[in-house]
């Protein structure tokens, strides 16, 4: 991997600015040092080289209403490489590559009305990511996933395979600190958003025990997953905390 990116900051009594550029050139191989029964022509060796240029372009502006006032928005767009696991998800036995992969596109923006007095910090937001284009690759044991046609009861130890998956992120988050006495300090924080799959993606599995001298991509396709409006994992839709902070003089704090 390579690349390079610029950055240009500027400062002016009532507007700061700035505008970003980026640009990166991801290469990946496999190199295979023995050959695998399952996959005899495709394990051993270097496979073909998978390539990808991405670039991204940002930009960000804050208005100075007053000293205590400020007004702030943010926004960037920007492709990005596929993670090595997901462009050779079966690299443990062999060379063969995600079909028709490609780079994830970002879009971002967010929008901020800041309050900074002696006292009181206060900080609201909001904001709106898409990504597009994304992959992700599991592995597990599909109980009763294929045909019986070994007598295996369809079992399988498979890899999964979700492409073009787009993802939509979009909410409001809230900060306020109040300096209460000298020594006791307040906090609240609370983030508010909608975090969900925004289409129906194509799944895939592979099955290692459909692998043969003749049949080196063991692929089956499932077609659609319908994800379409579901919640995305891993990150609570609502969230809140609240906090007090005391501070000694004698320099202890809890």
């Known amino acids: 991997t390579f690349g390079g990116f610029t950055q240009f900051k500027f400062t002016y009594k009532k507007v700061d600015f700035y505008l970003g550029q980026s640009f990166n050139r991801t290469q990946y191989q496999r190199d295979g040092h023995y050959v695998s029964g399952l996959y005899p022509t495709n394990s051993y060796g270097k496979s073909d080289k998978k390539e990808f240029d991405s670039f991204g372009f940002k930009g960000g502006l ?3 209403i007053t000293g205590r006032h400020l007004f702030s928005v943010n926004a960037v767009y ?25 780079g994830e596109t970002i ?7 800041i309050i900074r007095a ?5 900080r609201i937001t909001a904001f709106y ?13 599909g109980d009763g996933i294929f045909q019986d046609d070994g007598g295996d009861g369809g079992d399988a130890f498979v890899a999964e395979t979700i492409m073009d998956i787009e993802k939509r992120n979009m909410g ?3 900060g306020i600190e109040y300096q209460l006495t000298s020594t006791v300090k307040l906090t609240a924080n609370g983030s508010y958003g909608e975090y969900i799959y925004n289409n129906n993606p ?22 659609e997953a319908k994800l379409k409006n579901y919640k995305l994992a891993g990150t609570p839709q609502a969230a809140a905390n609240f906090g007090v902070e005391y501070r000694d003089p004698h320099f202890w704090w809890i």
């Open 62 to 64: 804050t208005y100075k």
């Open 78 to 102: 920007m492709t990005q490489a596929p993670t090595i696991r997901n462009v050779f998800p079966y690299a443990r036995l062999n060379n063969n590559a995600t079909p028709n992969i490609t």
């Open 107 to 113: 879009t971002s923006a967010d929008a901020s009305y």
């Open 118 to 122: 002696p006292k009181l910090k206060t």
């Open 129 to 141: 990511s898409n990504i597009k284009h994304a992959t992700q690759t599991a592995f597990f044991f």
């Open 172 to 174: 409001v988050e809230l």
């Open 202 to 223: 194509t799944v895939f599995v592979n099955n290692d025990n459909l692998a043969s001298e003749d049949n080196t991509i063991p692929i089956t396709y499932f077609g």
